[in-house]
T-cell receptor, first 112, second 114 residues
């Protein structure tokens, strides 16, 4: 089975800090995604990548950036964390030929 | 605009009762449709998917869903709910392609009464 690993389950960061959320998948998937999940809003796409060094903005990219230097790793960066970025962050991957997403377990980020 | 609507935010059923969770979508092309389940504090697990063919799709944990193109719906069903089914359920739609982007609904939280 494909495994998507998010490095941290829980994070607490201070306002203004630069925050890195890491995601690694082990099945050579081309496409990787970062979502944030908030009560009543479902999952909203922040950024996605369909190849190494390729990235595209999703629906809510403001305040975030991403990095994909290697195929298996997709990092989400909060340049200057703010309290409104407190949320659950979910990483997902899928083969370029289609199928279904595989999700990581999520990182619950609290910005204080 | 492409969208997914799950009209029920919260549903409570008794253990052993049947369940139907509603999902309506708006999508310009032939959709790929998915149902995911999320247990508290966890990521999302795929329950079932529809790409083409038979419009009644069987999934894991005894769930099934029916694609009705005329109604733009993909409702999730289970004939007899177990206490362990208590979770949040998400419907999603996409079109495949190079990016494989999915659009998710806002979720339905299922509570199961003993």
């Amino acid at each position: 089975d494909v495994k998507v690993t998010q490095s941290s389950r829980y994070l607490v960061k201070r306002t203004g800090e630069k925050v890195f959320l890491e995601c690694v998948q082990d099945m050579d998937h081309e496409n990787m995604f970062w979502y944030r999940q908030d009560p009543g809003l479902g999952l909203r796409l922040i950024y996605f990548s369909y190849d190494v060094k390729m990235k595209e903005k999703g629906d809510i990219p403001e305040g975030y950036s991403v990095s994909r230097e290697k195929k298996e790793r997709f990092s989400l960066i909060l340049e200057s964390a703010s309290t409104n970025q407190t949320s659950m962050y979910l990483c997902a991957s899928i083969s370029g030929t289609g199928g279904a997403y595989t999700f990581g377990s999520g990182t619950r980020l609290t910005v204080v | 605009a492409q969208s997914v609507t799950q009209p029920d935010i919260h549903i409570t059923v008794s253990e052993g009762a049947s369940l139907e969770l509603r999902c309506n979508y708006s999508y310009g092309a032939t959709p790929y449709l998915f149902w995911y389940v999320q247990s508290p504090g966890q990521g999302l697990q795929l329950l079932l998917k529809y790409f083409s063919g038979d419009t009644l799709v069987q999934g894991i944990k005894g769930f099934e869903a029916e694609f009705k193109r005329s109604q733009s719906s993909f409702n999730l069903r289970k004939p007899s709910v177990h206490w362990s089914d208590a979770a949040e359920y998400f419907c999603a739609v996409g079109g495949g392609g190079a990016t494989n982007k999915l659009i998710f609904g806002t979720g339905t939280l299922l509570a199961v009464q003993p």
